[in-house]
């Protein structure tokens, strides 16, 4: 049986030509700065993004953790969005790495507001905790693929920088905002002290995420990096999959969205599913089981016995991802299974 597996673009495997990429890389020792195909992807990233330097990360998790470990100091406080990764998946790192305390905030479809952080802001007058850096998402992975409305950011940015806080973007599917909006990655990036964006997602290399900002935040990084265990060395072979990602995939990551956008319309409403159709917006599609007579644990076990793969998303939900390895074919035969298991 076919497996039409949704669970996540993180599922990917290299295509034939991202492997002869790889194949063929010249490689060299990073710790040294002396790998070619670091080199030259770090610069195409730093280019992409609007900013003096980039590096190149194991993961997202650990591009996070190094952005707030350079951006804070031990005791300061980080503000970000209740649903967030940072939050939600990254085992409680800040707590552990960097010795900050988050505050999490509640965001309409995973999105904060500058007039929701100015709010919250703790000063410098406050004898308590001092607020010295704001993460953002975007997409944001928990509310379902949104992006994060630009303007926004501009007016988060400025309010920030007239407070003295550090801004930081997780663009870990900063690439599907990009192309759900025709707006360019710098644009985005230019709002924030520092950004990262990952390359083993709907861009389908294997590993590796970039980190990005002035010389100063990378020269701290590397060695942030270096306190995580992520100096690498003939790590050529994994940039050369991440250089063929971003000159072969990124514009196919519509094809991605188009694909959700159908998936979400098919499925809305089949059996008691809902899904907020106006937070279908990239790749991802979060479904509510709220009044299905089938439970999560139900309906993705019926699912799985039909040949589709989705994952569980909280009490009530479960979430499905279109990515480059699941073709539209692969779509309609999911909506078919769908139906099937949904209306027993």
């Known amino acids: 049986m076919d497996i039409i597996d949704l669970r996540s673009d993180t599922v990917t495997k290299p295509s034939r030509g991202m492997r002869k990429a790889i194949s063929k890389a010249a490689v060299g020792d990073d710790g040294f700065g002396e790998d070619p195909t670091v080199n030259r992807l770090q610069e195409m990233a730093a280019e992409l993004l609007g900013k003096e330097e980039a590096l190149f990360t194991a993961s997202g998790t650990m591009s996070n953790q190094i952005a707030i470990k350079v951006l804070t100091n031990p005791g300061d406080e980080v503000i970000l969005e209740v649903d967030s990764h940072t939050f939600n998946y990254e085992s409680g790192a800040p707590a552990v790495i960097s010795r900050v305390q988050l505050r999490p ?12 952080i100015a709010q919250t802001i703790r ?9 010295k850096l704001v993460c953002l998402e975007n997409t944001h992975n928990r509310a379902g693929g949104t992006v994060f409305p630009l ?13 003295g806080i550090r801004v930081y973007l ?37 590993v590796g995420s970039l980190l990005a900002g002035d010389k100063e935040f990378i020269r701290r990084a590397k060695k942030a990096r270096k ?25 196919r990551l519509a094809e991605d969205h188009r694909r959700a956008r159908y998936l979400a319309e098919e499925i809305n409403g089949l059996g008691g599913i809902e899904i907020d159709m106006d937070a279908v917006q990239t790749n991802i599609v979060v479904m509510s089981l709220a009044n299905c007579k089938l439970t999560v644990p139900q309906a993705i ?5 039909e040949g589709v793969l989705v994952v569980p998303f909280g009490h009530q939900r479960i979430r499905a991802v279109t990515h480059l390895d699941v073709s539209l074919k692969d779509i309609r035969k999911a909506v078919e299974i769908f139906r099937r298991v949904f209306a027993r």
């Open 170 to 206: 997780d663009g870990a599917r900063l690439f599907n905002a990009s192309v759900a909006t025709g707006i360019s990655l710098a644009e985005y990036a230019r709002n924030c002290d520092a950004v990262s964006v990952c390359l083993s997602k709907g861009l389908g290399a294997p």
């Open 105 to 116: 905030l509640k965001g309409k479809r995973g999105m904060l507001t500058a007039e929701q």
């Open 123 to 131: 000063g410098p007058e406050t004898p308590y905790l001092e607020t």
């Open 227 to 251: 306190l995580l265990g992520g100096g690498m060395r003939q790590v050529g072979i994994l940039a050369a999959a991440g250089i063929y990602a971003l000159e072969n995939n990124l514009g």
């Open 151 to 163: 303007e926004e950011m501009k007016k988060i940015g400025d309010l920030c920088r007239a407070k």
């Open 301 to 305: 076990e019926g699912l799985k016995k």
